[in-house]
């Protein structure tokens, strides 16, 4: 799926991974592990800097797509830490889930929507 400015692609594979490729020079620039069977389904945020993936594993992860840039600083060395990039983990369904959805006016009113084989949205 394709970021909502398209700078980036999201998808999901069998290997439980969910990858984000840059679409100016096909560049992969992150891995998301953290589902423990195949993901299916992956959907930017309206402004595209979280992600939902869904999975085999009948969850759906919401992940932080893309990094704050970094802080200017001086010549003195600074030390970088990262943040996790996966945010929370949203259980429910019964049956591995098939498609997924992220949608909202801002990021601060964001809802998810998902469909599983266990014939429910939620």
């Known amino acids: 799926t394709?970021?909502?400015g398209g700078a980036l692609i999201a998808a999901g594979?069998?290997?439980r991974t969910?990858?984000?490729?840059?679409t100016a020079d096909a560049e992969l620039t992150k891995t998301l592990e953290g589902h423990t069977a195949p993901i299916s389904c992956?959907?930017?945020s309206p402004s595209g800097d979280l992600l939902v993936?869904?999975?085999e594993d009948m969850t759906?992860?919401?992940w932080k797509a893309v990094d704050p840039p970094p802080a200017e600083s001086s010549d003195a060395e600074v030390e970088v830490q990262e943040e996790e990039p996966l945010l929370r983990t949203l259980e429910g369904h019964?049956?591995?889930i098939?498609?997924?959805i992220m949608g909202g006016l801002r990021d601060s009113e964001l809802f998810v929507i998902s469909g599983s084989l266990d014939e429910t949205l939620k």
């Open 18 to 22: 969910l990858k984000l490729w840059r």
């Open 98 to 100: 098939r498609s997924c």
């Open 60 to 62: 759906l992860k919401i």
């Open 2 to 4: 394709f970021s909502p």
């Open 94 to 96: 019964t049956g591995a």
């Open 42 to 44: 992956c959907s930017f």
């Open 53 to 55: 993936s869904g999975s």
């Open 13 to 15: 594979s069998s290997d």
